[in-house]
């Protein structure tokens, strides 16, 4: 049940972070004005705006702080403009409109290419350092500081806190400073989610102790805050704590057993402060007494969410107590959206007792209110509750539909949701995949073609979603599908325990389902990925352990697909993210044939499949790229790889090279200049490099630094200024996925996407570069030849290293079996 409340959480962040910036924006421009009547105006209008913000209605409080900015031009009053211009996007933020809250903020403060700030993934700059350090710019900066959480720049928001910490410490205004604090605590706890989110991702138990500490620095600012005297700041850090102190309790139970005397501690510690808070705040429901209405509103209904997850009856009834008055005080403002929000949770606590007939009435109230408002991203996960709803009663025909809602409207406003929400960023996994599951499952109870067709259509639109969240951007859609070879579509229903497995024949309406047991396939995964990823698996990993473990996942994934699969020929993989990371090309059957002795191997994403003519009719124009090793300041973290300049050598007499660099001659800004000034179809980067599913960790190494995933993505933009032909080819020879990292291979992918490259050749792991160098060189030269695709230059290559006695000594999986091709294979 927690999901649903994903989004209230967000809000109160939002709303509760910010009123004493509210306050304070409020009384500064009031400072030393005369008495003009257009100074009474503009003051007039500022108090309005606020008036009109506390009773929910932001977008008349945008207006109104425009107006009075125009008024502060006027008077050439600088001070009253940046505090209107704060106002403005406090407004902003109430809307959802992150981004535009920023870059109006910034544009207050005067900073130079702001958008850059702004954007996620942008580069920091240092134009803060010169501020002069007003109250007015530390009011700003505070709100900046928390705009940029919700943008999901944690760092650069701690850092741009901090120095309003430091502003308003000058001031001696310790008001400030304690609701600047709260805004760190705040970003503390969003980068322990950050932290936790890792965990999740890795199962290393290194990351859940990084996480915990994280939590830890938060909770100490929350309890500083709170023995404050300022009452709503003391209430504000209290509830917030309580909320992560929930948070943290589900990271701990992962120790509960460990005969580890201070985590068993801090367990205990926690528990006793959960229980201390949650004793206070109900003993007093009137606690939000001085609050404003709307903060007030969403305050208590942050509080029942909290309650409602201590699921005794007591709290249960807490929590609809404080809900029902959460919605006498929307009634009473008039305030729409809150109205829907209260409805709703009063839904999912009907269904938490269930109560279903109530659950029903309630969210369905709450889901009329939202789309009467057209409050769309309040409508996609109230039809997923009501689908819940009725799934649970065993109304299927019902639950579908309202399924099939909640993914067309995540559809429409996805771009707003997925890119500018921390909330949706971080939880992406458990908040919007479930609505895909839930839909797919039920699906699957009476399948037909038609169907499983839709289905297929299902898994690459949530494929194309997973990587604009991850990506933070949107991606535009190619329609053109290969149904000239078999397609594998392979999607893990994680809330099910299920994994959907769907061949996409290449007749009309030719599709074949099987279902594989998720845990039986993730404990094979596992074993299987803790020894490819080791560096000793090239040495030590005997012939029958591999034998073993890969015939193992062969006759869980491949073998129950045998009836529906050509003998020989091309299969294409569209897979979920946790299965991305499985070597096919070395799974063997009983026979001990390897599957890339059957077939040539493709993966791709369900969205970009597509048909085009082979490329390389001539040898294509390539931008070489090779690094033996960095400087001084990098080698130490990166082994040198010695065959790099040979490999790039051999490639070289391969293909027209348009361009070189290597060694000291790949910097960061060589590399952007040639990028961006010459026209190239192939590019091949033989350096060191990590794929992970954190977009801030995927990057490949230049000789002076690393150049990160969002990095690419800039330089493609200023590439297509030039109109210059696309990336058909782009290899990354001695990169490899993050280790441990179970939905690494989204960096993969975005890497691709974020070059504009078609295809993508690349490692699962690190592999000797020795071997890499002689693989490349055969794949490049089999793409020489007539009618020869990407795929099987690259098949052909695995198989002569397999095969050929010439090449014997790197016969054995871990040398070809790491390579695989993403995109398109022709």
Excluded at 671 to 690: C, E, K, M
Aim: charged share 20%.
């Amino acid at each position: 049940m927690k999901s649903i409340f994903y989004k209230f959480k967000f809000l109160l962040f939002i709303l509760l972070g910010v009123t004493f910036i509210l306050l304070l924006s409020l009384a500064k421009p009031l400072v030393g004005l005369t008495s003009t009547p257009l100074h009474l105006e503009a003051q007039h209008l500022t108090a309005q705006g606020h008036q009109q913000l506390n009773l929910g209605q932001a977008e008349m409080a945008l207006e109104t702080w425009k107006k009075a900015n125009q008024l502060y031009t006027q008077l050439a009053d600088n001070e009253g403009i940046i505090g209107s211009q704060i106002n403005q996007s406090l407004a902003l933020q109430a809307l959802g409109n992150n981004y535009q809250a920023c870059l109006i903020l910034t544009s207050a403060l005067e900073i130079k290419n702001n958008n850059q700030i702004c954007q996620r993934g942008g580069k920091e700059t240092e134009a803060f350092s010169q501020l002069q350090g007003t109250m007015v710019q530390g009011i700003a900066l505070q709100n900046l500081g928390d705009i940029l959480r919700k943008l999901g720049k944690l760092d650069l928001s701690y850092i741009i806190l901090e120095k309003s910490l430091k502003i308003a410490e000058s001031f001696n205004n310790n008001e400030q400073v304690n609701g600047i604090i709260l805004s760190l605590a705040n970003t503390e706890q969003a980068q322990y989610q950050q932290k936790y989110d890792l965990y999740k991702r890795t199962g290393l138990s290194q990351n859940l102790k990084n996480a915990i500490a994280q939590a830890e620095i938060a909770l100490k600012h929350y309890q500083q805050v709170a023995t404050q005297t300022e009452k709503s700041l003391q209430v504000k850090a209290n509830l917030n704590q309580l909320d992560l102190r929930l948070e943290l309790k589900a990271a701990l139970n992962k120790f509960v057993n460990e005969d580890n005397p201070d985590i068993q501690t801090i367990i205990n510690q926690n528990q006793a402060q959960i229980s201390t808070l949650s004793e206070q705040f109900i003993k007093d429901l009137s606690i939000f007494s001085e609050f404003s209405a709307i903060q007030k509103i969403y305050a208590q209904l942050k509080l029942a969410q909290i309650f409602s997850q201590l699921e005794t009856p007591k709290y249960l009834d807490a929590a609809w107590n404080l809900t029902e008055l959460a919605l006498d005080k929307a009634n009473e403002i008039d305030n729409r959206r809150s109205q829907s929000y209260a409805l709703g949770i009063l839904g999912k606590l009907s269904q938490q007792k269930n109560q279903f007939s109530d659950a029903q009435r309630l969210t369905q109230s709450g889901l009329s209110l939202a789309r009467s408002i057209q409050a769309w991203d309040i409508v996609y996960q109230f039809d997923y509750q009501l689908g819940q709803i009725y799934e649970t009663q065993g109304e299927v025909e019902k639950a579908l539909s309202f399924y099939q809602d909640s993914l067309e409207i995540l559809n429409k406003v996805r771009p707003n949701v997925l890119v500018s929400e921390l909330d949706t960023q971080l939880f992406f996994i458990e908040k919007i995949k479930p609505i895909y599951e839930s839909y797919i499952y039920l699906q699957l109870q009476t399948p037909t073609p038609e169907k499983l067709q839709n289905i297929t259509q299902v898994i690459s639109e949530f494929q194309k979603i997973e990587l604009e969240n991850f990506l933070q951007c949107n991606i535009p859609e190619k329609k053109d599908l290969d149904r000239t070879v078999p397609v594998i579509y392979m999607l893990v229903l994680e809330t099910k325990n299920k994994v959907v497995i769907i061949v996409q024949g290449t007749k009309p309406l030719e599709y074949h389902l099987y279902i594989a047991d998720w845990e039986k396939l993730k404990v094979a995964i596992n074993k299987l990925q803790d020894t490819l990823q080791k560096g000793e698996f090239g040495n030590n990993a005997s012939q029958d352990w591999l034998d073993a473990n890969t015939l193992q996942l062969y006759q869980l994934l491949i073998q129950p697909l045998e009836q529906f699969l050509p003998s020989q020929g091309t299969l294409v993989f569209v897979l979920d993210s946790l299965l991305q990371g499985i070597p096919f090309s070395i799974l063997t059957d009983e026979k001990h044939h390897y599957l890339i002795e059957k077939y040539t191997l493709a993966f791709n994403l369900g969205f970009l499949l597509e048909s085009s003519p082979p490329l390389f009719k001539q040898p294509p124009k390539s931008f070489l790229i090779g690094l033996t090793q960095a400087n001084q300041d990098l080698s130490s973290n990166f082994k040198p790889l010695e065959n790099v300049k040979d490999e790039i050598k051999n490639i070289k007499a391969e293909v027209n090279s348009s361009q070189v660099l290597l060694n000291q001659d790949f910097t960061k800004q060589n590399f952007t200049l040639q990028f961006n000034q010459s026209n190239f179809s192939g590019l091949h980067i033989a350096t060191h490099g990590d794929f992970s599913s954190d977009p801030n960790q995927t990057f490949i190494l230049a000789y002076d630094g690393k150049i990160y995933l969002q990095e690419l993505d800039q330089l493609l933009r200023n590439r297509n200024q030039h109109n210059f032909t696309s990336i058909k080819l782009m290899v990354l020879s001695a990169c490899q996925t993050a280790t441990g990292d179970r939905r690494a291979s989204l960096g993969l992918a975005g890497v691709a996407i974020q070059a504009g490259a078609e295809t993508v050749v690349a490692s699962l792991w690190k592999v000797s570069d020795r071997s890499t160098a002689l693989l490349m060189r055969l794949f490049y030269q089999n793409l020489r030849k007539p009618n020869m695709t990407k795929a099987e230059a690259l098949h052909q290559a695995q198989l002569q290293l397999l095969k050929n006695r010439e090449y014997q000594d790197f016969n054995y999986p871990y040398y070809w079996g790491a390579f695989i091709l993403v995109g398109n294979r022709l």
